[in-house]
């Protein structure tokens, strides 16, 4: 299993600004996704971190709002950008090998 | 698109109880991953079953992969106030560098008091 550590763990932010959130991996993994989820709800896919190369977003997330690095295998960061009270959620990093993915304790977001 | 539905949404049962969440879809999914979240945690992983008909089993905790690899359940017996939390069935599409998780809605439980 891998250990995944996210700083911050909780922000309040205001409206317009932006926030990078920074996702840390113990060991190396083959894929690093990056998810959002409202308290007691599922998880939303918001993009695949890609090492070295623009990361892969689903339906209705674009790279603008929710620019993506992974400089490494071991390191991502995800930015929510000119955040609005909308963007207030839980954001997630996980890291996958093999069949297993494994995720991070994640970060809330509260925008004013 | 690939849909993962999961039952209950929410779940309350006193100490003691025996429980079994489903997740269904019409897909085959080459494994399936069960996940439990406590507030202010991320999901944490409890088991992966990968070949239909699998049983695996952790404590407690009995988990299947259907036959046709399309449904899974979960089922806890005399469940206790640590089972409490939200529990994710999870599928996934392929490996290598396709590998993608569909999640379920989730299943919220709760013990009454």
């Known amino acids: 299993s891998a250990v995944i550590s996210q700083k911050p763990s909780r922000d309040i932010c205001q409206r317009g600004t932006s926030l990078t959130i920074q996702c840390q991996v113990d060991?190396?993994?083959?894929?690093m996704f990056w998810y959002r989820q409202q308290p007691g709800q599922s998880l939303t896919l918001i993009a695949t971190?890609?090492?070295?190369?623009?990361?892969?977003?689903e339906s209705g997330f674009v790279i603008d709002k929710f620019p993506i690095s992974r400089p490494n295998l071991t390191f991502s960061t995800l930015t929510v950008s000119n955040m609005s009270p909308e963007d207030s959620s839980i954001y997630l990093c996980?890291?996958?090998?093999?069949?297993?993915?494994?995720f991070g304790p994640g970060t809330r977001l509260t925008v004013l | 698109t690939q849909l993962l539905e999961q039952s209950p949404q929410f779940l309350s049962i006193q100490e003691g109880e025996n429980l079994t969440v489903y997740c269904n879809s019409s897909?085959?999914?080459?494994?399936l991953q069960w996940y439990r979240q406590e507030p202010g945690e991320g999901p944490v992983l409890l088991v992966t079953?990968?070949?239909?008909?699998e049983v695996k089993k952790l404590k407690r905790l009995t988990f299947q992969f259907g036959d046709a690899r399309k449904d899974s359940s979960l089922h806890i017996t005399a469940a206790q106030p640590g089972d409490t939390g939200l529990y994710l069935c999870?599928?996934?599409?392929?490996?290598?560098?396709?590998?993608?998780?569909?999640f379920g809605k989730g299943t919220l439980l709760t013990m009454n008091p």
């Open positions: 996980s890291g996958a090998g093999g069949n297993e993915q494994f």
């Open positions: 060991s190396q993994v083959t894929m």
């Open positions: 971190a890609n090492q070295g190369s623009e990361a892969t977003y």
């Open positions: 897909s085959v999914f080459s494994s």
């Open positions: 079953v990968v070949t239909g008909g």
């Open positions: 999870a599928g996934a599409n392929s490996g290598g560098s396709n590998y993608k998780l569909t």
